[in-house]
């Protein structure tokens, strides 16, 4: 399957080996031919030069010149090979002498006088003479009787450009090879480097729910993919403890449910045994809603715990008066909390940016727990406090205080800090987790304290974001 | 009040059918929905309660066909507690909805709000038996002496007093004294009655307030 914005790194980091092999070495044998193309010209040029001091010495000698007119074979064979050229004559007149093997095309190269010493600059190259390169030098030369003569000495390139096409040959040929090889074994390389990957991916594919507690096996791998490998079995470590939580929230409902359920089949069975009074049928069915109100308040509980995506909540955010809310909350529990005896002390400032339904929720379900475990004849205090960043809500009531290791988990569901005053008519174990969850939609905070006989919870709800996000 | 039930569920139809019976309307059941477009199109009912799941022809179609000709007021009923779900049936021209399970005197009090014509005036002076309430100054007297009431008390006993003789629920109580549009796990409305009969009832031979059981309260001069 190809994913678009995909790309293969085996495939990148080969092209990548193949042109950095192709350009070092390429570069270097381009160095390499210059220098030795350098070398190669000194040499013939030098060559050129000792030459043609040879021949003025020898030429010196009006015997000498006879010599060679007499036996031009001696001085083909003194030049060499095919590729030298010799001509020897007065200015302005047909040469005297011409040793041409390869019929060449004379060219005119100025002479050097004859009191000048020579030197390797006076060597002329000429691009191309029948398509090859040319190196001629030409000297003036005193011959004693025969007068001021002329010599020009040169010499065709093909050698040495052959030599040169096929060093370039190979240092192409060379590196291409090199680039070639450079690549599968990058290939290899990274076929190899990222074994461990495929390894942890065959792995990671064999976790599923029954196996969630195997970790990634760090033995064996490269250094660079512990990171990844860490955050993985975190991930994994996160996903186990919710998988856990879950499965606990399902079987803790389960059981919440078998009481009601058992409750109305056996009343209700009973009931049928015999004929009975209209009087005892409406008991029976009154209790009966009774606890069918209690499962579909549990239900609704439950659903609202599965709610997960905040945007609803965080889009039907408004500003509400902190004062107003707080009012609102003591005015609803203002009889039950005066039946034992409760005050509260309702006090807010500022505005609480928040959804108003699942802030007075949220408030209703920590007031009623105040009242339902406070001391008699005591104060409950609900605050609300504006600071910058938002709004601290707190709800603080005296009595017995709760042992630290309860403080932690008050905010799961089902938990009770007394498992024996499970399943109380009006508490269903879920009030404080909807209070956690309302927090979480509002992308706020929650806690509890608990120190000397006052458990104080606190709500922090964000402060509304203006357009340019300052606070 | 004529009304139309759609709803295709045997039980759930039948105890709609008979409590909305009992209470003196006139109700026509269909059972599914093209039968419930049918009756809806070629009758006159005054308020249509339509059951958003049921097989062939859904409760929103049968919206949408149904607002093509007719604008009779429409509350549904539905098992998916989703926003999307909700808004759904408002944008499609319902007027109110109820999630399942609701309850029975909780319908009612929709159904009456709905058909309801004319803006809602508030009285200033109420009077069942020998209970005055004067909206205006708050002040509430029995048998000529004055009773003094908290807000929410007095909040209370005028929900009551403009619902006589009509059974009203918890949640409904609630939603409409304090605002709380959710079902408490505490008895707060239970308390608030109770603590509202101690003062304009126990001293008195009448009693206003009754305990409906299983359902709310009813506020009546009849026991």
New interface residues.
Partial sequence: MKIAGTYSLTLRLALVFAVLAFASLAGLGAALYNQLEEQLTRRDDIQLVSRIDQLRTILNDSNTLELIQNKPALFQNMLGNREALLTIGAPGQPPLFVVNPSNLTLPTVPAVPINHVMALNDVQHLPSINGVPFSAVAANIDSGDQGNLQVLIGKVMSERTAMLASYRLSVYGLASLAAIVLALVGCLLVYRGLLPLRRIARHAHGIGIANLGERLDRHGTPRELQPMIEAFNAMLDRLDRGVAQLSQVSTDMAHELRTPINNLLGETQVALQQHRSVDAYQQLLASNVEELERLARMLDNMLFLARTDPTSALNQRQELDACDEMQRIADYFEGLAADVGVTIEASGSGVIWAEPMLLRRALANLCANAIKYGAADSTLQVEAIAKADGSYLRVRNHGATIPPEHLSRLFERFYRVDPSRERSAQSNGLGLSIVATIMQLHQGRYSVTSVDGVTCFELFFPARQTQDGRV | MNILVVEDEPKAGNYLLNGLQELGYSVSLARDGADGLHLALEFDFDVIVLDVMMPKMDGWEVLRRLRKEAHTPVLFLTAR?D?ADRVKGLELGADDYLIK?F?FAELVARLRTLTRRGPIHEEEQLQVADLQIDVLKRRVTRAGSRITL???EFALLQLFATHEGQVLSRSLIASRV???????????VD??V??LRAKIDDPFPLKLIHSV???GYRFDTQP
């Fill in positions: 507690d926003i399970p309850s908290t807000n929410k304090w605002d709380m549009n959710f079902d408490s796990d505490t008895n707060v308390v608030a109770r603590r059981r299983g359902i």
